[in-house]
């Protein structure tokens, strides 16, 4: 429909409402001034209002001119007091006024006429010989409304008796007309068309007439000329408007009557039809069709006339407003009544949407599961009651959810609906519905959350799709999970269930149900358990799939039936002796290939070892005379220093320098001189015991000591570093190693035979043992630490001390420390080093106490020691910080006299120094060298060393 004539459609309908809405509240305001305004009996009536009267075209218009004179007050209905009459023969004639603002003539001619000249002349033409019976015009300066309870008595009567007894009139300003027709010409031709009567209703329409020339030119006379102003300004919009295409003539039928259409059939009540100076004709009201109960749908129909008044359907529209519950089946009934048989709808299928009867038995067959299609209409229509100013015809859009086009329209003519909707009780949210050159169709979609047999409720999207046509009908809901369809299969009274097995999911689920109101699809997944499947049956599941799937069944379901646990177990069995002798095989040929790929790596290394073992040069020299050896030559290395320290035992590994260094592994390549020459100096390393780089970054006394010298480290990694326990690589700790094994050595110093060091280099390592680390730790910590020189002979207390701490101490001192003993938190005492001749101190910390600080004097031997507790505690020291000391009863360097100080445990001699353990950790196991006295103590933390 071309977009002229839809513009005019929808003033057409907005104009209606203006009318009822607005003559209301003017009507209001004239009663409540009447009272008062007019004590005359002669009304006093506008000029401009007068000459609108002169210009009717009507065979009475002079004869009405001389009855203005004899208007006569009289009696109004409501407590009106501004109401005239006159009469004379058939013609009527009332005055009703209120203020300036608001005066109306009404004339009825009160017998049966020929249609008077009142309109356009293509709707005059159209309406042809219609004759009209009780004809009332109004010429009103504004809007208004007129009850039956305001009429005059003689007024009342003629609406009783002509116009179905309603309970009010309304007008618009300017001319309007009203009257009982009796339709002719090409108009009841059209009406006859759609099965409906043109004698039997009320016709009312706007009245084309000439506009008085002081209201068209704005002015008016003498003392009235303001309100003329006025009042011509709406009057002169009011007569134009009745010249404008959109400007309608409705045909109203009784109250609550229904019409049986034809064109569709359905039953119309509260109807109204109009046909516009456009020639657009059309109707509206509350529709009723075969089907669909006593549902009524606000219905709108309309489609342009030709020239001479016909119809022929090539440009149409209907908006139809469907209540709340509404129903798929409803939609087909209603498309049903739209397969009308016409001539001029034949060539497009049938009726009014396109090849309706190709599809219309397939979708008959299809009612009851489309029962099962509940739409919500997300803007149920408000009721509408013809007649009723408080049920008002709803003009808003929002109200129409239903739409159907002619052929003008892209695949047209065709019908389309949109809401929420609701498929056997689960809310599928926004559905589509349409019907046309491809059938029928309605779909939608949303996450549905049903219980699936073993896997309980789950979530997933489910669509509904809906295709009816003449090759057949399908009604499916589908969804997926993790592989497997879920689909329901919808026939004429049954409905079928179907959830496929997948490798993942190895169990199907097959049900069937008859379709009712009160199927309810969660309950109907709820009861179905679901049967396993053969995953050897299901496409695609193979190998570690068709394993998981088989152990699915042998475990979470192996209560379901079908295909067995006992079934699926024994498949298992199979898959794990098959994978059984192909693991043992593969095994073997990587076992094989490994000794094979060993095999000729060693044969390399040997070959290797071998020409360097009879190599004759300074760096060999040197290997040697460190006491270190080649691991297959047969002899066992040492860690003696040697004369050039970077081959000492401990530093450099032939073997492992070899296997660390593929850039070296090529012929003609001398390790030992390599490593002399440029390895040590490139930061290469020479064996898993020893990183020069790595103890001198752990350790931040050496770091003083040496500046950035490697060499100088390595020389404190043997001159201290063995003995004081220092780990000397990230992959090896001699006192963890020390402390794992209880064969091992419980000595430190190199000098003894055999030491923790020696046992690794010459049995540990070649036998598997683990020397790593206890701790990776990195952080700042107190190094072990010695006090004291090389004489006596080493011990440990590691076999007592058992990885605890120091809680207590036994002492006995002369001038030097005579003899030590410790206790340790695991309630040990370890042995008695040196001699104890006088019991100096025997202290046990009390509970939660534990030693922090040893401040001590010592030189070739231990002079003096003292303790200092986590809790501040002094044991034989003053607690003075260590960066000042204490020497005996001796002046300190700017500091006050000690005498009044108590002593370190033992003599004055040595130099003073200070040992804090780690922060947050405790005074360790105690290891030193004694003989007749305490010749050295080594202090360590319990934590990292």
Same mark, same amino acid.
């Given at each position: ?175 309007q007309m009203a009257a009982r027709a009796d339709l002719g010409g090409l108009i009841k031709g059209t009406m006859e068309a759609f099965g409906v009567r ?50 309608? %003539? ?7 009557? !229904?019409? &049986?259409?034809?064109? #569709?059939?359905?039953?119309?009540? $509260? *109807? /109204? ?93 299809? %009612? ?7 739409? !919500?209409? &997300?803007?149920?229509? #408000?009721?509408?009651?013809?007649? $009723? *100013? /408080? ?284 490593w002399k020459d440029s390895g040590f100096r490139e930061g290469r390393r020479g064996s898993l015991e020893f990183s020069a780089q790595y103890y001198y ?238 010749d050295q103590l080594i202090f360590s933390s319990t934590g990292p060393r």
């Amino acid at each position: 429909m071309n977009s002229s004539i839809t513009a005019a459609r929808l003033s057409v309908f907005r104009t209606i409402k203006k009318t009822l809405i607005h003559a209301g509240f003017l009507l209001l305001g004239s009663v409540a001034i009447q009272q008062s305004a007019y004590a005359s009996d002669i009304p006093d009536i506008k000029p401009a209002l007068k000459k609108m009267l002169g210009g009717l075209a009507i065979d009475a218009k002079d004869e009405l001119q001389k009855m203005v004179g004899d208007l006569k007050k009289t009696t109004c209905g409501g407590g009106l007091t501004g109401c005239y009459q006159t009469k004379s023969g058939p013609i009527h004639l009332y005055f009703f006024t209120s203020n300036n603002t608001q005066q109306t003539f009404i004339i009825v001619v009160d017998k049966k006429i020929a249609m008077p000249k009142l309109f356009g002349s293509k709707v005059q033409n159209v309406m042809g010989q219609t004759t009209l019976r009780s004809l009332m015009i109004s010429i009103s300066t504004t809007d208004f409304d007129l009850t039956t309870a305001k009429m005059p008595p003689d007024l009342k009567k003629v609406v009783n008796d002509s116009y179905f007894g309603v309970s009010s009139i309304n007008f618009s300003s300017g001319a309007q007309m009203a009257a009982r027709a009796d339709l002719g010409g090409l108009i009841k031709g059209t009406m006859e068309a759609f099965g409906v009567r043109g004698d039997q209703l009320t016709m009312r329409a706007a009245v084309v007439m000439p506009i008085p020339t002081d209201i068209a030119g704005g002015a008016g006379a003498g003392a009235g000329m303001a309100s003329d102003v006025a009042d011509g300004a709406t009057m002169k919009k009011a007569g134009a408007d009745a010249t404008k295409l959109e400007t309608f %003539v409705e045909f109203q039928f009784a109250p609550n009557a !229904k019409l &049986p259409l034809l064109l #569709p059939p359905m039953n119309l009540s $509260d *109807a /109204t039809f109009y046909i516009n100076n456009n020639l657009t004709f059309g109707y509206k009201g509350n529709a009723q069709f075969k089907g669909v109960g006593d549902k009524k749908i606000l219905i709108q129909f309309k489609t342009p006339l030709t020239p001479l008044g016909g119809m022929d359907l090539l440009d149409f529209e209907f908006r139809m407003a469907t209540p709340a519950s509404f129903t798929l089946e409803d939609a087909a009934n209603v498309i049903f009544a739209m397969a009308t048989p016409d001539p001029r709808l034949a060539k497009y299928g049938g009726g009014f949407i396109r090849n309706i009867n190709s599809f219309k038995d397939p979708l008959l067959t299809m %009612v009851k599961p489309l029962a099962m299609f509940k739409v !919500k209409n &997300p803007n149920p229509p #408000p009721e509408y009651r013809f007649g $009723d *100013a /408080t049920k008002p015809w709803p003009d808003d859009n929002k109200y129409y959810n239903i739409a159907l086009v002619g052929p003008l329209g892209q695949g047209g003519p065709y019908m389309s609906s949109a809401g929420e909707v609701a498929i056997f009780g689960q809310t599928m949210g926004w559905m589509e519905m349409s019907a046309g050159m491809n059938g029928y169709y309605s779909g939608a979609g949303r996450e549905l959350t049903l219980r699936l047999g073993p896997l309980g409720k789950v979530p997933f999207k489910m669509s509904s799709e809906n295709r009816i046509d003449q090759r057949g009908q399908n009604m499916t809901m589908m969804g997926n999970f993790a592989g497997q369809k879920i689909a329901v299969v919808m026939g004429m009274t049954q409905m079928s269930i179907e959830v496929n097995a997948s490798c993942v999911n190895p169990f199907e689920i097959k049900a069937s149900a008859q379709i009712n109101p009160t199927t309810d699809l969660a309950k109907l997944f709820e009861y179905e358990s679901g049967v396993n499947v053969d995953p050897s049956k299901i496409t695609g599941c193979i190998g570690k799939e068709l394993e998981a799937a088989y152990k699915k069944i042998a475990g979470e379901y192996k209560n379901l039936k079908g295909y067995t646990a006992d079934m699926a177990n024994k498949e298992l069995k199979k898959i794990a002796d098959t994978a059984a002798v192909a693991a043992k095989a593969a095994e073997d040929a990587e076992k094989a290939a490994a000794a094979e790929a060993k095999k000729q790596y060693e044969n390399t290394k040997n070959a290797a070892r071998d020409i360097a073992n009879k190599t004759n040069n300074a760096a060999n020299k040197a290997f040697n005379d460190a006491g270190n050896a080649f691991k297959r030559i047969g002899k066992k290395k040492k860690h003696k220093k040697g004369p050039d320290p970077k081959f000492a035992g401990s530093v450099f590994d032939w073997d492992y320098y070899y296997d660390t260094n593929p850039d070296l592994q090529r012929p003609g390549t001398d390790l030992t001189a390599h490593w002399k020459d440029s390895g040590f100096r490139e930061g290469r390393r020479g064996s898993l015991e020893f990183s020069a780089q790595y103890y001198y970054n752990r350790y931040p006394d050496v770091q003083q000591l040496c500046k950035g010298n490697m060499d100088c480290a390595l020389q404190h990694w043997l001159d201290n570093g063995i003995e004081l326990g220092r780990q000397g690589s990230p992959d090896f700790n001699v006192v963890d190693y020390m402390n794992r094994y209880g064969d091992v050595p419980r000595t430190l110093a190199p000098e003894d035979d055999p030491d923790a060091l020696e046992h690794w280099l010459t049995v540990g390592a070649d036998a598997g043992r683990d020397g790593s680390p206890a701790s990776n730790a990195t952080g700042a910590f107190s190094p072990p630490t010695r006090a004291g020189g090389g004489g006596g002979k080493p011990w440990n207390d590691a076999a007592q001390c058992q990885w605890n701490y120091v809680i207590g101490f036994r002492i006995s001192v002369g001038d030097r420390l005579d003899g030590v003993q410790f206790l340790y938190s695991n309630n040990q005492w370890g042995a008695v080093h040196g001699t104890m001749k006088n019991a100096t101190a025997d202290v046990t910390l009390p509970a939660g106490q534990y030693i922090q600080r040893v401040d001590y004097r010592s030189g070739e031997s231990v002079d003096a020691v003292g303790f200092i507790t986590n809790t501040g505690k002094t044991y034989g020291t003053s607690g003075i910080p260590s960066a000042f000391g204490k020497v005996g009863k001796s002046k300190m360097p700017g500091m006050p006299s000690t005498s009044s100080m108590p002593d370190l445990y033992g003599g004055t001699g040595g130099t003073f120094a200070s040992y804090t353990v780690t922060p947050g950790e405790k005074l360790g196991c105690m290891t030193g060298r004694s003989g007749s006295e305490i010749d050295q103590l080594i202090f360590s933390s319990t934590g990292p060393r």
